[in-house]
Each structure stands twice: as structure tokens, then as C-alpha cells.
């Protein structure tokens, strides 16, 4: 992947500032000239340097608006691709368009029109429930979608050839067969058409990578939570938000399964969105990676309802029901991810992450 050909209006890297105190002249020669060597052993390992295109489908979504937010701060330069027109959610600094990825004509108009070095595709339809009353439509969005995508890049490479795609895949591939700590070399089990579409997404992905005409990374993704920017996660299908609406009142109780027993991988949204960051930066065109992106260690359900209340400071009201037929634990083996993009989950403890989410969830009168 190359640098952007459109550097205006970008800030400079590695400004000094004039003053009492700041090294001299031959200091600062010195240190250019490492940041120099450091560049070149970079760019000779496939890693990229700053100020790079990056699309972002799904940008104003939880996940988006962190991705977007550490690539800006990264020095990136972020367009967002959405369905809806409002800003409130776009992180400050990027650009905004608007298309459907079940739009072909228009993917193609808008990725060939870009300039795009990089895409971080987000944008997908995440309900495993909702899937097995509406298949076709999830696999409209999330697998012809990601076909569609593809196909816009695949027309625009004779200008910008060998560009990283970043694609966010989910742990619910593995299914319920497994236990533990889940490698990525598990066979996939889809048990819902939401996991069998991102499966279909994901093969699609290596596919055209494998035929030189991308660098691609696959990055299936655990639990995320916290919260970016002041963007928290509003999914009232995850334990967080609903142990947040139970202490507010929206909800009269928090429902555990099996008292709360269940273990599983919560990440912070921006350890993740760092994770996307370090794969647009060191994917090289041809290659597939595929990777875990977890915390790398458990935490039970009934944990999180614990931590909550100590973190916000409120109780609230559990009712338990028997257990489901359910995997006890499950977590990701994260190994791969911190070898081949030297990424850590450092802001992934339980409190931190349960704290951030509070702060950035919309208390009345607060």
C-alpha cells in the first residue's frame, strides 16, 4: 500500500517547537535522521507510512466512530460511507458520504472517485435473532455487500492497485462447538445466516487477495465494549447496555443464565480500533491474515453486573434463569494479532472499560 497523492491540509509530522530547553540543532539532525532509518525499515516491512486514504464503511456506527477516531489520530485521512445523512456521530476531522453497499453503480462512482489507499470495512448487519426471520437480507448486506465493495476496488485498481482491506469479521463464526480459548485455525460452524453471511464475506475477502489484487486482513472480533470519543454501544442485545438501562430505569432487571456462570472475551472498542489501524498500516497486497481480536482472558456474566455496580456506584436488580445450552467459556487466543500487528489490548481490564462505557452512556440529568 502506498502513500496518498493528496497530502494538502495535512498537519506536519514530527514538528519541533522552538524554546527554553529544546535540544540543538545537531540533536535534532540526529533524530531526523533516525526517524528516517525507522521509515525506510517501514517501508521495507511492508509497513506504511502516515497520511493514507482509509474508507471506512459503517463509520457512525460504535465501532466506526473508534476506528475512525484512531486513524485520524493516527494522521490518516478518514471518508465514512454510510447510509444516513446526520453528522452527529461523525468523528470530527472526517468526511462523510453517503451510498448502500447493495448499491453496486454507486460503490463505484464513490470508491473510483475517492482516491482510497486502505478500506476498513464495518459496516454489516450483526443480529444473529433477526437473521433467522430475515436470511436474504443479511446475506444481501453482508455478503453481496462485501462482493460489491470488492468489485468497486477491483475496478478502480489500475489507479490505486493493492490496496488494504481491513474486513471486521465476529467470533460467532466458531459457533458452539468449541470451548476455551479459540484459535484461528478452528473450523468455522455458522449456526445462524448472520454467522454463515460474514463466513461467506470472509472467503470472498481471501479470495481476491489471494490473486494479488488486495492485501487483506480479517479481523473477527469478541465482544467489544466500552465507549470512543463519547460514543458508547447501544445494542440492546449485549449484557453491557442493558445492565446500564436496568440501573437507569429502562429496564426493571438484568436476566442472567445460570446465575451469571457463562465466560466470555470483552474488548475495548479502541483497543480494537487500534488492532484496524495496525492493518491498514502493515497489510501487504497478496496476502490474508486472519486474526482474533479479544482481551485474551474471561470474564463471567455475573462479573460484569458486580463490576458495573462498583464502577457506577448503582445497584440493580437481577433476575436468574436456568442455564442454556451453552459453551461455559469462551475467549480468544489473541497470539497471532500480537505477533503479526504487535498489538495489545492495553485498555481491555474489566473497570476500564466498564468506566469508559458509563461515562459516555446518556444518563437523564447527568
Not at 7 to 13: F, K, L, R, S
Not at 68 to 86: K, N, Q, W
Not at 282 to 309: C, D, F, K, W, Y
Not at 336 to 342: E, G, H, I, K, Y
Request: proline share 6%; with cysteine.
Amino acid at each position: 500500500m502506498r502513500r496518498s497523492t493528496n497530502g494538502a491540509g495535512y498537519p506536519p509530522i514530527g514538528a519541533v517547537r522552538a524554546g527554553t530547553g529544546v535540544p540543538g540543532r545537531s540533536w535534532i539532525v540526529v533524530r531526523l535522521l533516525d526517524l528516517s532509518r525507522l521509515c525506510l525499515a517501514a517501508a521495507e516491512s511492508g509497513q506504511i507510512g502516515p497520511h493514507v486514504h482509509v474508507l471506512v464503511t459503517g463509520g457512525l456506527g460504535f465501532l466506526g466512530h473508534a476506528v475512525s477516531l484512531h486513524l485520524l489520530a493516527s494522521g490518516h485521512r478518514v471518508t465514512v460511507l454510510s447510509r444516513r445523512r446526520s453528522t452527529e456521530r461523525l468523528a470530527p476531522g472526517a468526511e462523510l458520504v453517503t451510498g448502500d453497499l447493495r448499491d453496486r453503480a454507486r460503490l463505484a462512482r464513490l470508491v473510483g472517485e475517492g482516491g482510497f489507499d486502505g478500506v476498513c470495512h464495518l459496516a454489516a448487519l450483526t443480529s444473529a435473532g433477526d437473521s433467522l426471520t430475515d436470511p436474504l437480507t443479511y446475506f444481501d448486506v453482508n455478503a453481496v455487500g462485501t462482493f460489491n465493495l470488492l468489485k468497486a476496488f477491483e475496478q478502480a485498481s489500475e489507479e490505486r492497485p493493492g490496496i488494504s482491506f481491513v474486513f471486521a469479521s465476529t467470533n460467532i463464526v466458531y459457533g458452539s462447538r468449541p470451548e476455551g480459548a479459540l484459535t484461528e485455525d478452528l473450523d468455522t460452524h455458522p449456526e445462524s445466516p448472520y454467522a454463515t453471511s460474514k463466513v461467506a464475506a470472509e472467503q470472498l475477502v481471501a479470495a481476491q487477495a489471494s490473486i494479488g489484487a488486495i492485501g487483506a486482513t480479517t479481523l473477527r472480533l469478541f465482544n467489544l465494549a466500552g465507549a470512543a470519543g463519547g460514543v458508547g454501544d447501544l445494542d440492546p442485545g449485549r449484557i453491557v447496555p442493558n445492565v446500564f438501562r436496568a440501573m437507569t430505569g429502562q429496564l426493571p432487571h438484568v436476566t442472567l443464565n445460570g446465575g451469571g456462570a457463562a465466560v466470555r472475551d470483552f474488548v475495548h472498542v479502541m483497543d480494537a480500533a487500534e488492532a484496524f489501524r495496525l492493518a491498514v498500516e502493515r497489510t501487504r497486497p497478496g496476502e490474508h491474515r486472519l486474526l482474533n481480536i479479544g482481551s485474551g482472558h474471561g470474564t463471567s456474566m455475573l462479573e460484569v453486573v458486580t463490576t458495573a455496580q462498583q464502577v457506577t456506584g448503582r445497584t440493580v436488580d437481577v433476575r436468574r434463569l436456568p442455564p442454556k445450552p451453552e459453551p461455559f467459556r469462551l475467549t480468544a487466543d489473541i497470539n497471532l494479532a500480537r505477533v503479526m500487528l504487535d498489538w495489545e489490548p492495553r485498555r481491555s481490564a474489566l473497570a476500564e472499560i466498564l468506566t469508559d462505557a458509563w461515562a459516555a452512556w446518556p444518563v437523564p440529568g447527568r
